[in-house]
């Protein structure tokens, strides 16, 4: 008998983002994002200080005997590192078959989304914004507000997760703030093709 081939419910706490039971956590600190944000000094000043928490997964797999729908909420804290606000490391699947669901339930910021062949997307964000991740769409999630944000994504775990091109080339536009104000701007560490 696999558990999973019944239902199952969690519970979300709409103001903290907590969701139980039995769900897995990976804090996600500067340093495991030290090659995603561009400014490398404010990485290296803010690893010596704390090395802050930047966003943590919330995680539940449904691995079932014919399926394996997952779910996973991220909590993503307010900051910037340098002018760059804080974000989700980001990722393409790796199975170029496989579509994702992002629900962002609180909180303000943007759905970055790129294709390999270089079209990008921001989608702006706020409570109640669901958006349609198609299959080979890197896709990343900024917080620019003064709060948490957080998001529930629904996905299959056979997608797969590669971190590869955004380690290497991060995406084609980078959110920063400028005058108390998030800004997109092209990423001036992109290496052209
Ligand atoms: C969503 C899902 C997860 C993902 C998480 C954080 O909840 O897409 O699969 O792990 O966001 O994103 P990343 O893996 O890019 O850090
Ligand atoms: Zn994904």
């Known amino acids: ?55 943590e997964i919330l995680s539940q797999g449904f691995p079932g005997s014919r399926t394996d729908a997952a779910i996973a909420i991220s909590r993503i804290y307010p900051g910037r590192v340098g002018d760059e606000y804080h974000f989700t490391k980001g990722h393409f699947h790796e199975r170029d078959d496989q579509a994702e669901v992002y629900f962002c339930l609180k909180g303000e910021g943007y759905l970055l989304l790129e294709r390999a062949d270089g079209e990008f997307r921001a989608e702006p964000w706020q409570p109640g914004t669901i958006s349609h991740i198609p299959p080979a769409w ?34 084609a536009q980078l959110v920063v703030e400028r005058d108390g104000r998030p800004i997109l701007i092209p990423n001036p560490r992109r290496i052209p093709r």
């Open 138 to 171: 890197g896709h990343r999630v900024v917080n620019t507000g003064r709060d948490l944000l957080f998001f529930i994504g629904i996905y299959h775990l056979s997608a797969g997760h590669s971190y590869k091109q955004v380690e290497e080339r991060g995406f």
């Open 1 to 55: 008998m696999n558990p999973y081939d019944y239902p199952l419910s969690l519970k979300l706490d709409f103001s903290t983002g907590a969701l139980e039971p039995g769900v897995h956590v990976t804090p996600r600190r500067v340093s495991d994002l030290a090659l995603m944000f561009h400014d490398k000094e404010a990485v290296a000043a803010a690893i010596a200080q704390r090395d802050p928490v930047v966003y």
